[in-house]
C-alpha cells in the first residue's frame, strides 16, 4: 500500500553530484574534467557573454551617448496665429482637440505665423510674444493656461512636441 510513510523517487531519477578534483582514483581528478592546457581550463577562464568571436562587438560599434535627457522638459503641439482663423469667439483646447488640431493630453503653444483678421479670446499653455501681440492688437485675449487661477486638468497635460 502507498502512503506518506513508504514515498521513494523513482528508480533512475536521482543522482550523485559529480565531485571532482578529488583524487586520480575517482576518475575526475588530475584536470578536474577540464582537458588538459587552454583558456578554459583556468580559473577564471572563458569568454565573456559580451565576446563575439573576435567581430568588433556591438559596444563598440554604436556611438557614445552624449549629453543627457532633462526629465522636466515640456513639449508642446505647435500652432501659428494662421490656424486659428477658421474658430469664432474663443478658442480653448478642448475646440483644438475636436477639430483634431491636437491629440488627447498634448500642451500647445501659439506661434505667431500667418495673419488673424476677427479678435479671439485664445487659451492655450503657451505663447510667443509675436503670437501675443497680434492676438491682442485685434482686440482679443491670449490666456495662458495654468496661470491666474485656469488650471489644466490632469488628463490634459503632458505630451510630446509635434509640429503641426
Same mark, same amino acid.
Given at each position: 500500500?502507498?502512503? &506518506? +510513510?513508504?514515498?521513494?523517487?523513482?528508480?533512475?531519477?536521482?543522482?550523485?553530484?559529480?565531485?571532482?578534483?578529488?583524487?586520480?582514483?575517482?576518475?575526475?581528478?588530475?584536470?578536474?574534467?577540464?582537458?588538459?592546457?587552454?583558456?578554459?581550463?583556468?580559473?577564471?577562464?572563458?569568454?565573456?557573454?559580451?565576446?563575439?568571436?573576435?567581430?568588433?562587438?556591438?559596444?563598440?560599434?554604436?556611438?557614445?551617448?552624449?549629453?543627457?535627457?532633462?526629465?522636466?522638459?515640456?513639449?508642446?503641439?505647435?500652432?501659428?496665429?494662421?490656424?486659428?482663423?477658421?474658430?469664432?469667439?474663443?478658442? +480653448?483646447?478642448?475646440?483644438?482637440?475636436?477639430?483634431?488640431?491636437?491629440?488627447?493630453?498634448?500642451?500647445?503653444?501659439?506661434?505667431?505665423?500667418?495673419?488673424?483678421?476677427?479678435?479671439?479670446?485664445?487659451?492655450?499653455?503657451?505663447?510667443?510674444?509675436?503670437?501675443?501681440?497680434?492676438?491682442?492688437?485685434?482686440?482679443?485675449?491670449?490666456?495662458? &493656461?495654468?496661470?491666474?487661477?485656469?488650471?489644466? &486638468?490632469?488628463?490634459?497635460?503632458?505630451?510630446?512636441?509635434?509640429?503641426?
Amino acid at each position: 500500500m502507498l502512503d &506518506l +510513510s513508504n514515498l521513494k523517487p523513482a528508480k533512475g531519477s536521482k543522482h550523485k553530484r559529480k565531485r571532482v578534483a578529488r583524487g586520480d582514483s575517482s576518475g575526475h581528478g588530475t584536470t578536474a574534467c577540464r582537458g588538459q592546457k587552454g583558456q578554459k581550463s583556468r580559473s577564471g577562464g572563458g569568454k565573456g557573454p559580451w565576446f563575439e568571436g573576435g567581430q568588433t562587438p556591438l559596444y563598440r560599434r554604436l556611438p557614445k551617448k552624449r549629453g543627457f535627457t532633462n526629465i522636466f522638459k515640456k513639449e508642446y503641439r505647435v500652432l501659428n496665429v494662421g490656424d486659428l482663423s477658421e474658430f469664432e469667439g474663443s478658442v +480653448s483646447p478642448d475646440k483644438l482637440l475636436s477639430q483634431k488640431l491636437i491629440k488627447k493630453g498634448e500642451r500647445v503653444k501659439i506661434l505667431g505665423g500667418g495673419e488673424i483678421k476677427k479678435a479671439l479670446t485664445v487659451e492655450a499653455d503657451a505663447f510667443s510674444d509675436s503670437a501675443k501681440k497680434k492676438i491682442e492688437t485685434m482686440g482679443g485675449k491670449a490666456i495662458i &493656461l495654468g496661470a491666474g487661477g485656469k488650471a489644466r &486638468l490632469p488628463e490634459q497635460s503632458g505630451g510630446k512636441v509635434k509640429n503641426a
